[in-house]
C-alpha cells in the first residue's frame, strides 16, 4: 500500500494530492465515477455514504451526503467541467456546510505498468479557506478513503478477465 502524499504550498490557496494505486487506470477511473464503488470507498469509513446524483459528463452535476450514525447529514454537491475520461476529470466542489466556498478540483490518472497514481490539484478561493480544508482533517480522511480503495481495486481486479 502506497502512502498519500499532500502538499499545501505556502502563499497559494492550492493543496496538491498524489497516491499510487496497484491496479489499471480504467478500473481506478471506474471507481472515480460509477456510484455503486465510489460509495464503497469515498470519505471516513464511520459514514454512510448516500450518493443524490452523480451524473458524470461534462455540465453534468453530482451530490453526495455523508450520514453519521446519530443521522446528522454533511452534503457535498458540484458540476464536471469537460468530458471525463480516464485521463481524468475537472470537478467544482462545495460543502454544503460552508456554502460559497468553491474549490475547482482536476483530477487526473497516470498508469505505469499496471499502477495508476493519481493526483489531484485543487484551487480554492483564498488561502482561508484552503486552510480551512485542511484544518478540517482532510488528510485522514482521505487517508482512510484511499485506504479503501486500495483494497476495493484489489477485490475487483481479482474479478477482471484476464487478457
Do not use: C
Request: proline letters at 6%; a negative charge.
Amino acid at each position: 500500500m502506497s502512502e498519500t502524499q499532500i502538499q499545501v504550498p505556502d502563499g497559494v490557496p492550492f493543496i496538491d494530492v498524489s497516491r499510487e494505486f496497484e491496479a489499471p487506470r480504467d478500473l481506478v477511473f471506474r471507481a472515480f465515477t460509477e456510484p455503486d464503488l465510489l460509495v464503497q470507498w469515498l470519505g471516513p469509513g464511520k459514514y454512510e455514504m448516500v450518493i443524490d446524483t452523480y451524473d458524470v459528463r461534462a455540465g453534468g452535476s453530482w451530490r453526495y451526503i455523508h450520514r453519521d450514525g446519530d443521522g446528522n447529514e454533511y452534503g457535498f454537491h458540484g458540476v464536471f467541467h469537460g468530458d471525463p475520461s480516464p485521463d481524468g476529470f475537472v470537478q467544482t466542489f462545495e460543502f454544503e456546510g460552508a456554502p460559497g466556498h468553491v474549490s475547482l478540483d482536476k483530477l487526473s490518472l497516470e498508469e505505469r505498468e499496471g499502477k495508476t497514481t493519481v493526483h489531484t490539484h485543487s484551487v480554492y478561493q483564498s488561502l482561508e479557506a484552503r486552510n480551512a480544508m485542511v484544518e478540517s482533517g482532510m488528510a485522514e480522511g482521505m487517508n482512510e478513503g484511499f485506504n479503501r480503495l486500495d483494497a476495493l481495486l484489489e477485490r475487483l481486479a481479482t474479478l477482471a478477465p484476464v487478457h
